[in-house]
């Protein structure tokens, strides 16, 4: 089925294509605004819906209630940090053999992975040993 081309759809993507941090929706109807005063937090839900049903951007689901969305389609994994709500990408070598094994362990059909590591990240790490704060 054909989609009809929008100027905010193309905007939600493009914005999207130019972060690394995976945002939610809130944080995207934020941003988009700038651009499209006139934009409704549904127009951008619906979008990042559609966007995501299409492949063209992952919805990922990592535990704190919100969607957040990623443009990078390609196969990789998230870390989550615990203290801040970061979400990052995570490349590792080995991807494709996992899901071949997964595919190969289980009796029915596997279409997608989704694979998040949760621990603290760099950054609070760092503040964390700065405020003397870490413990041994």
Known sequence: ??????????????????????????????????????ISLGTVYRNLTLLADRGEIMRLQVGDGADHFDADTS???????????????????GMDEMLIKARHCFAGRIERQSTCFYGVCEKCLDKTSKNGNMCN
């Not at 759809?9 to 972060?19: A, E, G, K, T, V």
């Not at 196969?75 to 070598?93: A, K, T």
């Open 75 to 93: 196969r990789h994994c998230h870390f989550v940090c615990s203290d801040c709500g970061d979400v990052s990408d995570l490349q590792l070598d």
């Open 1 to 38: 089925m054909a989609v009809k081309y929008s100027r905010q759809r193309q905007h939600i993507y493009n914005f999207l294509m130019n972060r690394k941090d995976h945002p939610t929706a809130d944080v995207v109807y934020q941003n988009v605004r700038r651009e499209y005063p006139n």
